[in-house]
């Protein structure tokens, strides 16, 4: 087994992120309690979180992404969403204050009603290259 | 250019040691629905396949190891994403609008997590 002990790794030139041969490292990922006052329960580069509404989150990046053409992954509690099983999940929210740019996007969470829900554990990542 | 050939990783500090490869996604994929389907960006992706309304295959361009990798999806506002199955070059994706009906969308992402063959 080999192992390394370091604090960052970065390329040759010391100028940006290492490649990963066939593999692509999370640029962003957050667990979010939108419960009561909304609380980020952990993340990775994520500065802050603004609370739009019932089951809607916007997540801003401490380090923006290199355009607003990354991909984007949401879940959620499905225990949260009252009587159902599951929820309707959106990774970009078009209302104002939501519209995803490189440096944010937002967490739209749904019941199978079509109501925005709050959820206790709403989860997101973020794939793409960082500016 | 220099390489790296390693198994795990941890903080210089010291602490747990993570696998270097686990944890990392071996393929993600943001593409529009909208009109003539469309990549946007993508890692290890080959192509998309419009299979019809709001409904695309996914292909990669190394396989996985097997169809027991996780693949989380995520689109545009106001939708839901259901996986349509999997097999190890490829990953189906559905996307439904509020009303249970098939519409496309733009922002249609989907991260896979697993092991590559």
């Known amino acids: 087994m080999s192992e390394i002990r370091a604090t960052t790794i970065s390329n040759a ?51 923006a992404m290199a355009s607003a053409n990354f991909a984007v992954v949401v879940s959620g509690n499905p225990y949260n969403f009252s009587g159902s099983t599951g929820g309707a999940q959106s990774a970009d929210n078009a209302q104002a204050g939501g519209t995803k740019t490189a440096s944010r996007h937002s967490i739209d969470l749904r019941n199978n009603s079509n109501v925005n829900t709050d959820n206790d554990d709403a989860a997101s990542a973020v794939h793409g290259d960082l500016a | 250019m220099s390489n790296l050939r390693i198994d795990n990783i941890a903080p210089s500090a010291g602490g747990t040691y993570t696998n270097a490869m686990s944890g990392l996604a071996k393929a993600w994929v943001n593409f529009n629905q909208i009109g003539t389907q469309a990549i946007q ?3 290890n992706i080959s192509s998309i396949t419009d299979i019809n309304v709001a409904r695309t295959t996914v292909n990669l361009s190394n396989n996985m190891s097997n169809i027991n990798y996780s693949s989380v999806m995520g689109a545009g506002y106001n939708s839901m994403q259901g996986n349509m199955g999997q097999l190890v070059g490829s990953v189906g994706m559905a996307v439904l609008n509020s009303s249970a009906s098939y519409e496309d969308r733009n922002d249609s992402c989907i991260q896979i997590m697993g092991d590559l063959a």
């Not at chain 1, 999370?26 to 802050?48: D, E, M, P, Y």
């Open chain 2, 41 to 43: 960006d993508s890692f």
């Open chain 1, 13 to 63: 030139a010391g100028t940006g992120p290492a490649t990963l041969t066939k593999q692509s490292a999370a640029k962003v990922w957050i667990s979010v309690n939108q419960t009561g006052t909304q609380a980020i329960r952990n993340s990775f580069n994520v500065s802050s979180i603004t609370d739009l509404s019932a089951g809607q989150t916007v997540v801003t990046y401490s380090s």
